[in-house]
């Protein structure tokens, strides 16, 4: 039986061998990114951004308003620090928002009200520039792309608290950005999704938001459209979608996550789980061999990394695969490690760490 005390850390540094650590599943293996003390990571996110390298990287956004690139490196992770804000950073995406440089670009922006493009190179530098402020604002949630066809470019949706989103162009002169208020907001939005594109060419977006609702963003020749997906009497903190764009998953902060679906007739909602309070962390993906077993991983205040999984026709299962040293803030999935077919999952928080969880070579 697995050990589900927190689990401690190694005597050993990531950047020089695979830093293994207790306390995971029987079936997965747990093992360190980056230790970061007692710093919290918050948002962490796997995006393709050197061109020179096969793997993704990972970002990993902290307390200290540091934004840390980590490169994966035969089991080992070399820390890149990008950016230092002074404050906390938790916005985070990467779109092709900037046609005057090679893309995609990753966005970022924090406790500051300060919004940064980063960019990579063929020679191995990066580097960030600020490209919009929002004074007496916090910068939650950002995403990247074409998304209003009333523009004449792709844009940087910001979403703020107090609780207002602004769209971020770069249509200003001498290569610098233009920034316009689209609207106050009911409540602040905790997280977003970018779907892929529809039928009419443009990608719709999923938010989740403090006032518990669930919403489905798209533009048209009008303006912007919202509708309501789902709403509950918590709020909503975190975002998962399904690999084929129908189904989108859901947290509330009572510790239950939902499914919702895309059919002909709306969206339907149906409840997964009843978990503690406070879940912070939110994947969907391959966890399981079986490629008919839906899968979900779930990280939040209780510091346990659990995987839900269901297969066709029955109830879902659940098993805790790792319990962190403090409370958990973020979960994100790549891939990282071809011996298995399965995805990776990586879990971050106030433990102030990042933490890779692989299930074993097929």
């Given at each position: 039986?697995?050990d589900?005390?927190?689990?401690?850390?190694?005597?050993?540094?990531p950047?020089?061998?695979?830093?293994?650590l207790?306390?995971?599943?029987?079936d997965?293996?747990?093992s360190?990114?980056?230790?970061?003390d007692?710093?919290?990571?918050?948002?962490?996110?796997?995006?393709?951004?050197?061109?020179?390298?096969?793997?993704?990287?990972?970002?990993?956004?902290d307390?200290?308003?540091?934004c840390?690139?980590?490169?994966?490196?035969?089991?080992?992770?070399?820390?890149?620090?990008?950016?230092?804000?002074?404050?906390w950073?938790?916005?985070?995406?990467?779109?092709?928002a900037?046609p005057?440089?090679?893309?995609?670009?990753?966005?970022t922006?924090?406790a500051?009200?300060?919004?940064?493009?980063?960019r990579?190179?063929?020679?191995?530098?990066?580097?960030?520039r600020r490209?919009?402020?929002?004074?007496?604002?916090?910068?939650?949630?950002?995403?990247?792309?074409?998304?209003?066809?009333r523009?004449?470019?792709p844009?940087?949706?910001?979403?703020?608290?107090?609780?207002?989103?602004?769209?971020?162009?770069?249509?200003?002169?001498?290569?610098?950005?233009?920034?316009?208020?689209?609207?106050?907001?009911?409540a602040?939005?905790?997280?977003?999704?970018?779907?892929?594109a529809?039928?009419?060419?443009?990608s719709?977006?999923?938010?989740a938001a403090?006032?518990?609702?669930?919403r489905e963003?798209?533009?048209?020749?009008?303006?912007?459209q919202?509708?309501?997906?789902?709403?509950?009497?918590?709020?909503?903190?975190?975002?998962?979608?399904?690999?084929?764009?129908?189904?989108?998953?859901?947290?509330?902060?009572?510790?239950?996550?939902?499914r919702?679906?895309?059919?002909?007739?709306?969206?339907q909602?149906?409840?997964?789980?009843?978990?503690?309070h406070?879940?912070?962390g939110?994947?969907?993906?391959?966890?399981h061999?079986?490629?008919?077993?839906e899968?979900?991983?779930?990280?939040?205040?209780s510091?346990?990394?659990?995987?839900?999984?269901?297969?066709?026709?029955?109830?879902?299962q659940t098993?805790?695969?790792?319990?962190?040293?403090?409370?958990?803030?973020?979960?994100?999935?790549?891939?990282?490690?071809g011996?298995?077919n399965?995805?990776?999952i990586?879990?971050?928080?106030?433990?102030?760490?990042?933490?890779?969880?692989?299930r074993?070579?097929?």
């Amino acid at each position: 039986m697995a050990d589900h005390s927190w689990s401690k850390a190694v005597d050993a540094d990531p950047a020089k061998i695979h830093a293994r650590l207790s306390s995971a599943s029987a079936d997965w293996e747990a093992s360190l990114v980056i230790d970061n003390d007692k710093t919290g990571i918050w948002t962490v996110k796997p995006f393709s951004f050197f061109p020179q390298y096969a793997t993704q990287e990972l970002f990993g956004l902290d307390d200290l308003g540091r934004c840390w690139v980590l490169v994966s490196y035969s089991g080992k992770w070399t820390p890149f620090p990008i950016l230092r804000d002074g404050v906390w950073l938790g916005a985070l995406a990467q779109g092709e928002a900037d046609p005057r440089v090679a893309g995609p670009e990753v966005y970022t922006g924090g406790a500051a009200g300060r919004l940064y493009q980063l960019r990579a190179y063929h020679d191995g530098g990066l580097d960030a520039r600020r490209i919009a402020a929002f004074p007496g604002k916090e910068l939650h949630t950002v995403v990247a792309g074409e998304f209003d066809p009333r523009n004449d470019s792709p844009e940087v949706l910001v979403f703020t608290r107090p609780g207002a989103w602004y769209r971020v162009s770069p249509t200003g002169e001498h290569g610098e950005w233009v920034s316009e208020e689209l609207g106050p907001l009911q409540a602040r939005i905790r997280d977003a999704l970018v779907l892929s594109a529809d039928e009419s060419g443009r990608s719709p977006i999923i938010t989740a938001a403090r006032d518990g609702a669930i919403r489905e963003l798209r533009f048209d020749a009008g303006g912007p459209q919202w509708s309501l997906i789902h709403q509950v009497g918590q709020g909503r903190g975190r975002l998962a979608a399904g690999s084929d764009g129908r189904v989108v998953y859901s947290t509330a902060d009572d510790g239950r996550v939902f499914r919702h679906e895309r059919t002909a007739s709306g969206w339907q909602t149906e409840l997964v789980y009843s978990g503690s309070h406070g879940p912070r962390g939110l994947a969907a993906g391959r966890f399981h061999p079986d490629p008919q077993q839906e899968c979900l991983a779930l990280f939040g205040y209780s510091g346990r990394v659990e995987l839900l999984t269901r297969a066709p026709g029955q109830a879902w299962q659940t098993e805790v695969l790792f319990v962190d040293r403090d409370k958990g803030h973020w979960l994100c999935a790549g891939e990282f490690d071809g011996r298995n077919n399965t995805l990776e999952i990586f879990a971050s928080g106030y433990g102030g760490r990042i933490v890779m969880l692989s299930r074993g070579a097929d």
